[in-house]
C-alpha cells in the first residue's frame, strides 16, 4: 500500500509563486519516473512535469521557464516550485509516482489533489 500526501496549494496574486510538496509513503523499494499534473475547471487533465529518478526533467511548453521540478530521493518527496504564476494556472495539482514495491512490482499511484488558485 502506497500513499501520496500532497501540500503547498493555496490562493495568490498573479505574477506570485508557489511551492507544492508531494511524499510518498508505504510499502517503497524504489521510485521511477515522479511527476506532476493539472485539471482545471472543465479541461481534460494534463501534464506539468516530469522527472526521472536521475533527474532528468520534462515540461509542458506554458510552464516552461516559470516552473521547476524537483525531487529529493532520500525523503521519497518531489517538489513542483511555481513562479510567475498567471490566471491560467489556477488548476487542481496532481502528483503521480511510479513505484517499485518490495515484491519488484511497479504500480502508477496519484495523490488527491491540491488546489491552486491565482487571482486578484
Known amino acids: 500500500q502506497v500513499v501520496l500526501v500532497e501540500s503547498g496549494g493555496g490562493l495568490v496574486q498573479p505574477g506570485g509563486s508557489l511551492r507544492l510538496s508531494c511524499a510518498a509513503s508505504g510499502s517503497i523499494f524504489s521510485i521511477n519516473a515522479m511527476g506532476w499534473y493539472r485539471q482545471a475547471p472543465g479541461k481534460e487533465r494534463e501534464l506539468v512535469a516530469t522527472i526521472t529518478r536521475g533527474g532528468s526533467t520534462n515540461y509542458a511548453d506554458s510552464v516552461k521557464g516559470r516552473f521547476t521540478i524537483f525531487r529529493d530521493n532520500a525523503q521519497n518527496t518531489v517538489y513542483l516550485q511555481m513562479n510567475s504564476l498567471k490566471p491560467e494556472d489556477t488548476a487542481v495539482y496532481y502528483c503521480?509516482?511510479?513505484?517499485?514495491?518490495?515484491?519488484?512490482?511497479?504500480?502508477?499511484?496519484w495523490g488527491q489533489g491540491t488546489q491552486g488558485t491565482v487571482s486578484s
Open positions: 503521480n509516482a511510479e513505484i517499485v514495491n518490495f515484491r519488484y512490482y511497479p504500480s502508477d499511484n
